[in-house]
């Protein structure tokens, strides 16, 4: 398979690491447990372009095909999770580009929330917008303090598409998942843990991994297959609404990011972004 000939495997302790030649995600497994730590490793905050989205998607397959236990979503940056969608990939794009860059997004998010195997975000850093959906695809959230996670896009003048709510829904009460996305709150470590939108805190990357495992572990004496379909029947109406409207999904967006008060709108958060990043 052509994956197959992307990949590098090398061998670390008991863990097998296999990472993807442009090297924006890695994929270890443990080979005691047999759970697959995906780990997105694009600097400088995760921002999910083209090419990690398609490097996401290659590594959610890899795991699903490999028969991996379980899979723990997380990142090697030490504040950030993920920045969500990169927002230059959307900003005066590229046509044919941006068509293959959302193709690639609702391929990830049909991969991830509709994985067979148990899956977990050991958040450590940072998660907003598309990085808190990428989060809430998974079934368990364990977070670090004094981060930040929430769909913002209603502070960038966007509207998150139904299938992120959907993820969103699975994880909070109706009430509070409306009003969090209409005010497009960034909820902290704390407050998100009060609200449930995360599962557990933890101090560190490897305890927030170790929770992860833990969790999936908690399927060891369920059958793997009614626990898959299980998980499935729960997320079919939300999975198959995306795949019967992939195509209108994705001239929506087209439609929506190309408004020129869209663009401008872009256009001034990148310019806050990066003063920001200047002071
Ligand atoms: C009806 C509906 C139909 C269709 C829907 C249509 C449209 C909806 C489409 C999509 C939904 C959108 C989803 C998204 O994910 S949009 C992205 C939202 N993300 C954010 O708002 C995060 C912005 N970033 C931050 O808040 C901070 O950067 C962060 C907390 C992540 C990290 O802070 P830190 O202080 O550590 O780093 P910075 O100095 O801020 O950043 C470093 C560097 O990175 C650049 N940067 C940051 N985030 C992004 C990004 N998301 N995309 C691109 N670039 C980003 C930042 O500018 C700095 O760059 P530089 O100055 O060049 O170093």
Redesign the pocket.
Known sequence: MLRSSLLTLTRIGSNRLMSTAAKLTTVEVNDKTGIATLTMCRP??N??NLELLKDLSQSIDEIESNKSRGLILTSSNP??FS??????E?YKPDKERIRAFWTSLQDVWLALYGSSVPTAAAING?S????C?LATSCEYRVMLPKF?IGL??T??G?????W?MSSFLSVLPRRIAERALNQGRMFTTEEALQVGLIDEVANTKEEAIEKCSAFIGSFAKVNPLARALTKQQFRAADLQQLENERVQ?LE??LF??NQPA?QKGLGL??ES??K???N
């Open positions: 400088p905050v921002g999910l504040t950030i920045a969500g969608l990169d927002i230059l959307m940072h907003p917008a598309g990085g959906l930040t913002n896009e502070q960038l966007i509207v998150a598409p139904k992120f999904d929506k967006f929506f990011v869209v958060y990148l972004l990066k920001k990043a200047k």
